[in-house]
C-alpha cells in the first residue's frame, strides 16, 4: 500500500547515524553472483526495497538466495538458470541490467528488457551494449528487450566514455563479462566510483584478476571460471553525505558512524565552504554548523567530483542559504524535478539547462508534496525538517528504494516524521 511521510520542522537534529551498507555497491554485487559457481556470501547488505527487487529478479531465474544473518546474503545461482530480466523488474529498477555481464560471461545467453526513461532524465545503455560487442557478443534488439549472445568472449581494448563521462553500471557490466573472457581486456575511462572498485574486490576475492592502472584504466586478465567469494559491502556514501546535510539544515548536530569519508573528499570540502565544521573520528565523522551558511557552486561530475545522487540534497542547503548559490549537474543535466517541490515550500529556484541558480530563503514553509525520485524525496525530507509547520510527502516508495529505515533513523535522532498509509487520516 502506498504510504506518505508527515514531518514536522523546526527542530535540529541530534545523535548518531550509523550509515548502512552502500546500495550501489550491493546491487551489481549481487549480480555478479550469477558468475560465481561457488556462491557468494555479503555481508552489510542495507534493507531497502531495490535490494528487494534485485532479490526477485535473481530468484526469479533460479538462484537460491538465503539470509544467514541480519545485513547477509548468500546466494548460489546454479549451473543452468532462465537468463530472463523481464520488464516489470526492469522498469522497477535500472540496475537490473547490471545482470547482463554476468549471465552473459557464464551462461553466454542474456535477454534484458531495455530500462526505457526515467525520473532523473536520459539514461541509454549504449555504451554497456558496445562494450559487451567489443568482447564478442552478438546483440540484437528486438520487443523492447535485449538479447546477447556469444561462444567465447574474447579480451579487447574498450573505452567506456560517454558525452557525459564514463558509465558506473555500465563499468561493471563490463568488468564482470571480461573476468571471465578469453585473453587480456583493457577498460579505458571506466568509472571510478568506490563502489566499481567495491566489484573489483569482490571479484577478485573469487579468483579474477582484475588490477588498476591508474587514470580510470582497468586491466582484466581472463580466467577460465571463477569460484566462491565472501565479501563485505562498504558504508553508502550517498547516506552518509545525506545526513551531513541533514545536520547543517537543521542546525544540528550528528554522528555519522562508519561514514566513507575517503570516498566523499569534494563533497566534504564543499559542505566545509558552505559553513561545516567537520570533527574526524577513527571510524566516525561529526558534522554541525562553524558560523552561519555561505553560499557556494556545486558542480555534480564523475567520482572524486561531488556526486550526482548529492545535487538534490544541496538544492535544500542552498534553498536557506543566505545569498545565491548555484548547482550545475554534469552527469544528468535533466535531474532538477525537485527543484519545483522545493520551490512549493517557498524556495527562491531558478534552472536553466543544466544548472540552478538559487537565492536562500530565511525560513521554507512546509507544504503537501510529491516525491519524483529516490535522492528527490531524501532532499524534499531533508527541507521538511527545516521548514516551519508541516510538510507531508508523498509516493515515498521512492525513497524506500535507497534508504535503509530514513524515517526510523531521523527519528532516533529527534526528526519529527511519522509514516502514515495513503489512506489514513
Ligand atoms: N550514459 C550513456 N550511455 C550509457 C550509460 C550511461 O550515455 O550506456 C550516460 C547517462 O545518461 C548519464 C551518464 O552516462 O548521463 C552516467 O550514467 P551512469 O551509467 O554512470 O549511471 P548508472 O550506472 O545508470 C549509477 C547509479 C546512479 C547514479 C549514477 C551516476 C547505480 C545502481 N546507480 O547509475 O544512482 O546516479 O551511477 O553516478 O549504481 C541513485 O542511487 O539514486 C542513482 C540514480
Known amino acids: 500500500m502506498s504510504e506518505r511521510l508527515e514531518i514536522h520542522g523546526g527542530q535540529p537534529l541530534d545523535g548518531t547515524v550509523t550509515i548502512s551498507g552502500s546500495k550501489n555497491a550491493t546491487l551489481p554485487a549481487m549480480a555478479a553472483a550469477l558468475a560465481l559457481p561457488g556462491g557468494l556470501l555479503l555481508s552489510g547488505v542495507p534493507d531497502l526495497l531495490d535490494v528487494h527487487t534485485m532479490r526477485q529478479l535473481l530468484t526469479s531465474m533460479g538462484t537460491t538466495i538465503t539470509a544467514p544473518h541480519n545485513g547477509q546474503l548468500f546466494l548460489q545461482a546454479p549451473d543452468t538458470l532462465n537468463p530472463n530480466a523481464p520488464w516489470e523488474l526492469v522498469s522497477r529498477m535500472r540496475a537490473s541490467v547490471c545482470v547482463l555481464g554476468p549471465l552473459l560471461s557464464r551462461f553466454r545467453h542474456a535477454r534484458v528488457a531495455l530500462p526505457g526513461g526515467c525520473n532523473i532524465g536520459h539514461r541509454p545503455i549504449d555504451l554497456h551494449l558496445r562494450g559487451l560487442a567489443a568482447l564478442g557478443a552478438d546483440i540484437s534488439i528486438s520487443e523492447g528487450c535485449v538479447s546477447a549472445r556469444c561462444s567465447q568472449l574474447i579480451g579487447t581494448t574498450i573505452d567506456l566514455a560517454g558525452p557525459a563521462g564514463p558509465t558506473v553500471t555500465g563499468t561493471c557490466n563490463i568488468l564482470i563479462a571480461a573476468t571471465l573472457a578469453k585473453g587480456h581486456t583493457v577498460i579505458r575511462n571506466a568509472a571510478r566510483e568506490p563502489e566499481v572498485q567495491d566489484l573489483a574486490t569482490l571479484l577478485n576475492a573469487a579468483g579474477a584478476r582484475i588490477s588498476y592502472a591508474g587514470h580510470g584504466t582497468i586491466e582484466i586478465h581472463g580466467v577460465d571460471s571463477l569460484g566462491s567469494a565472501t565479501h563485505t559491502v562498504s558504508p553508502d556514501r550517498i547516506e552518509a553525505g545525506t545526513f551531513a546535510v541533514a545536520a547543517l539544515l537543521?542546525?544540528?548536530?550528528?554522528?555519522?558512524?562508519?561514514?566513507?569519508?575517503?570516498?566523499?573528499?569534494?563533497?566534504?570540502?564543499?559542505?566545509?565552504?558552505?559553513?561545516?565544521?567537520?570533527?574526524?573520528?577513527?571510524?566516525?565523522?561529526?558534522?554541525?554548523?562553524?558560523?552561519?551558511?555561505?553560499?557556494?557552486?556545486?558542480?555534480?561530475?564523475?567520482?572524486?567530483?561531488?556526486?550526482?545522487?548529492?545535487?538534490?540534497?544541496?538544492?535544500?542547503?542552498?534553498?536557506?542559504?543566505?545569498?545565491?548559490?548555484?548547482?550545475?549537474?554534469?552527469?544528468?543535466?535533466?535531474?532538477?524535478?525537485?527543484?519545483?517541490?522545493?520551490?512549493?515550500?517557498?524556495?527562491?529556484?531558478?534552472?536553466?539547462?543544466?544548472?540552478?541558480?538559487?537565492?536562500?530563503?530565511?525560513?521554507?514553509?512546509?507544504?503537501?508534496?510529491?516525491?519524483?525520485?529516490?535522492?528527490?524525496?531524501?532532499?524534499?525530507?531533508?527541507?521538511?525538517?527545516?521548514?516551519?509547520?508541516?510538510?507531508?510527502?508523498?509516493?515515498?516508495?521512492?525513497?524506500?528504494?535507497?534508504?535503509?529505515?530514513?524515517?526510523?533513523?531521523?527519528?532516533?535522532?529527534?526528526?519529527?516524521?511519522?509514516?502514515?498509509?495513503?489512506?489514513?487520516?
Do not use: W
Request: glycine share 8%; with cysteine.
Open 250 to 425: 537543521t542546525n544540528g548536530r550528528l554522528t555519522l558512524q562508519h561514514a566513507p569519508t575517503h570516498a566523499l573528499t569534494d563533497f566534504l570540502e564543499l559542505l566545509q565552504q558552505v559553513g561545516a565544521r567537520l570533527t574526524l573520528l577513527p571510524n566516525a565523522l561529526i558534522v554541525q554548523r562553524d558560523g552561519p551558511l555561505r553560499p557556494a557552486h556545486a558542480i555534480a561530475q564523475p567520482y572524486p567530483g561531488i556526486p550526482t545522487d548529492l545535487q538534490a540534497q544541496l538544492m535544500a542547503l542552498f534553498a536557506c542559504t543566505p545569498g545565491e548559490s548555484r548547482i550545475t549537474d554534469l552527469v544528468f543535466p535533466e535531474r532538477f524535478r525537485h527543484a519545483a517541490e522545493l520551490i512549493r515550500l517557498g524556495a527562491d529556484i531558478h534552472v536553466v539547462g543544466n544548472q540552478a541558480r538559487i537565492r536562500g530563503v530565511s525560513r521554507l514553509s512546509g507544504a503537501p508534496l510529491t516525491a519524483t525520485d529516490l535522492r528527490a524525496s531524501a532532499a524534499l525530507v531533508l527541507a521538511g525538517l527545516a521548514a516551519s509547520g508541516t510538510t507531508i510527502l508523498h509516493r515515498i516508495h521512492h525513497l524506500d528504494r535507497g534508504y535503509q529505515h530514513f524515517d526510523e533513523k531521523l527519528r532516533a535522532v529527534g526528526g519529527q516524521v511519522r509514516r502514515l498509509s495513503e489512506s489514513s487520516g
